[in-house]
């Protein structure tokens, strides 16, 4: 008998015993072992047990983040978004999902063989041959059961649901367990099962039944000698896809009735296809995962200066959209975010800067305020300038002239104030404006200076003049504008418009409208951020200076008192993302997610 107890976290106490061979955890009511942990998946993981063997295995269903397994020989972290992950268990094991850890016992229980028990089949209903039904409460059930389907995006939720009605609405149920087939047709494994007051059950058919009810498209039913035990085996299949089975048993004296088989028909029917809807859409999701990394891969190659930007943004996004999903705070207390709010939200972070695939190279390879040409240019026009001052004399130039030791000053100027992270000072300032004055005679019209030189060699921060600033920023605009053409599933349509408003700000000083408070998503100000502590601290612009965490928060607080950005998600973002972006690892092993 397997046995979980939570000993901390919210649900401490809680205490069960499973007599079943699988058992489910999670947040979704469906769950065997339901918590209430909001950093718990709704479908977070499954104990699958041999309780005769005395063996168990737990495995990690697809979870946000993950399970943390250990015991006195393992200790080790399930976590794939992509495929569930298992490890097989001995002894007692501490499982950490979430905030919360649960203690997991195989403690000696009652027999569930029952492999002496012999079963023959008594009755069969091809699934094809359903008449209309005038059964209106049957009607009633079948259209429930639809509504709640559609609204299912996963396997284990289809699956959890369907158990869960019928041990509600046929009393004589007993146990309800799902079986798949591998793709050779060689053999069922039960991937999920439910029973009423977790009783015993047992297995007693096997995958000779299953192929027969499969292969014939009937729901069949099999009552034991001793009609103690009946069964139903009804067939998941659809014009293209062949799933397999699911299986209703009853220890119910009350022989299961004709109407019951033909609920259980039309119930195959419409769980097969919502199967089939939620592997499109995981195909689909999968789709969709593949071509926005290309895309970011694309726009890594041309910007290499800023490659890993767009993941690193994604990644402090997921974190802070977790510790604001667990924040108890007035300002995030009533936020919540589903799984396809989190792919949606995960999305627009990777995409938020898509747009400058389109901006010129120069621009987005500009690392200094002049482009290394310009620079060489200006330096020779010194040296030209400075060569012909010397054949010059002060009485014939007076105030004019420029000594051999101006020009050393000018080039010096020149040649520190060009780089992105030097602020020129007002010295340097006066300066530059006499080298533009400076002309000579033998090149009319050709200052020192130009006034192009000047204004590039006056920006007080970065590497971009103004119109080049000013074209960088419509990325913002041309992102939204690539965005929209693709035909979003409803789930992340409003991936397009969290990327449009990533760089508005709350006081209005933003683009590309330059919209305030509250017309900017929460979403936006989430990724605008984690955007810019990424632009603070990320390590690969070698042209900018890298600025120390702790001087990104700074930095990030001063934007949230002068009114640019949501002083709550800056709070949060520092006292919990911070900490997790230094140190992923204690996180992820400390608290289990
Ligand atoms: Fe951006
Ligand atoms: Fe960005």
């Known amino acids: 008998m397997l046995q979980l107890q939570v000993i901390y976290g919210r649900d401490a106490g809680k205490c069960l015993s499973f007599q079943q061979s699988a058992v489910n955890i999670g947040t979704d009511p469906g769950n065997d072992f339901r918590l209430t942990d909001s950093e718990v998946s709704e479908y977070h993981g499954r104990f699958t047990c041999n309780h005769d063997a005395g063996h168990y295995a737990y495995c990690d269903l697809q979870s946000l983040h993950g399970s943390r397994v250990q015991s006195s020989t ?21 499982l950490s999902v979430g905030q919360t850890v649960i203690r997991c016992q195989n403690v000696p229980g009652k027999s569930n063989s029952g492999q002496n028990v012999s079963m023959s089949r008594k009755t069969a209903i091809s699934i094809h041959s359903l008449a209309p039904s005038k059964n209106v409460k049957l009607l009633g059930f079948l259209l ?46 039960c991937v999920y099962e439910r029973a009423r007051n977790n009783g015993i059950v047992p297995h007693l058919l096997s995958k000779d039944e299953f192929l027969s009810a499969l292969n014939g498209h009937n ?49 195959a029917h419409m769980v097969a296809y919502a199967f089939e809807r939620t592997v499109y859409n995981a195909d689909l999701s999968s789709v969709f995962e593949g071509f926005i990394r290309a895309m970011i891969a694309v726009m890594d190659a041309r910007d290499p200066a800023t490659a890993g930007h767009s993941m690193r943004v994604s990644q402090y996004t997921m974190y802070l959209a977790q510790a604001i999903q667990s924040d108890q705070s007035p300002a995030f207390r009533n936020v919540s975010f589903s799984h396809n709010h989190i792919d949606e939200l995960r999305f627009a972070s990777l995409l938020h800067d898509i747009g400058k695939v389109v901006l010129r190279r120069e621009i987005l390879l500009k690392s200094a305020k002049l482009r290394s040409s310009e620079l060489k240019h200006l330096l020779e026009r010194i ?26 000053h000018y080039r010096e100027i020149v040649t520190r ?35 192009e030189e000047l204004e590039c060699l006056c920006i007080p921060f970065g590497t971009l003049n103004a119109d080049e600033r000013h074209e960088i920023q419509k990325h913002a605009l041309i992102s939204w504008q690539y965005l929209s053409q693709i035909a ?30 509250d017309q900017i998503l929460l979403q936006s100000r989430m990724i605008s951020v984690c955007d810019i502590f990424d632009a603070l601290t990320g390590g690969d612009r070698s042209y900018k200076t890298r600025h120390a965490f702790g001087d990104a928060a700074i930095i990030l ?29 204690a996180h992820t092993n400390g608290d289990g997610e």
Request: hydrophobic fraction near 40%; aromatic fraction near 8%; glycine fraction near 4%.
């Open 417 to 451: 104030v060009v780089q992105a992270d030097v602020h020129p000072s007002n010295e340097d300032l006066r300066y530059l404006n006499e080298m533009r004055k400076t002309t000579v005679s033998s090149f009319p019209g050709l200052p020192l200076l130009t006034a």
């Open 144 to 189: 429930d059961m639809s509504t709640h389907l559609m609204a299912r995006t996963n396997h284990q939720g289809v699956m959890a649901h369907v158990a869960k009605s019928i041990l509600q609405q046929l009393p004589k149920a007993s146990h309800v367990a799902f079986w798949q087939i591998d793709s050779v047709r060689d053999s069922f494994s």
């Open 219 to 267: 729901v069949e039913l099999y009552v034991s000698e001793n009609e103690d035990h009946q069964a139903i085996v009804a067939p998941l299949v659809t014009s293209s896809r062949e799933i397999g089975v699911f299986v209703v048993d009853s220890d119910s004296a009350e022989r299961i009735t004709s109407g019951e088989l033909d609920a259980m028909a039309r119930l």
């Open 488 to 517: 979003w599933p409803q789930r992340w349509a409003n991936v397009p418009l969290f990327v449009l408003q990533h760089h508005e700000k709350l006081n209005g000083t933003g683009y590309p409208y330059g919209i305030k408070g």
């Open 74 to 94: 393992i200790d080790v972290l399930l976590y794939s978004r992509q495929m569930p992950q298992s490890i097989a268990l001995a002894g007692d094991t501490t």
């Open 383 to 408: 040296d030209l300038f400075s060569a012909w001052f010397a054949t010059q004399s002060t009485e014939t130039l007076g105030e004019s002239y420029r000594s051999p030791q101006q020009f050393e």
């Open 557 to 585: 607080r001063k934007e949230a008192d002068y009114g640019a950005l949501d002083p709550d998600i800056v709070d949060i973002f520092i006292r919990k993302v911070i900490p997790q972006i230094v140190d992923p690892e």
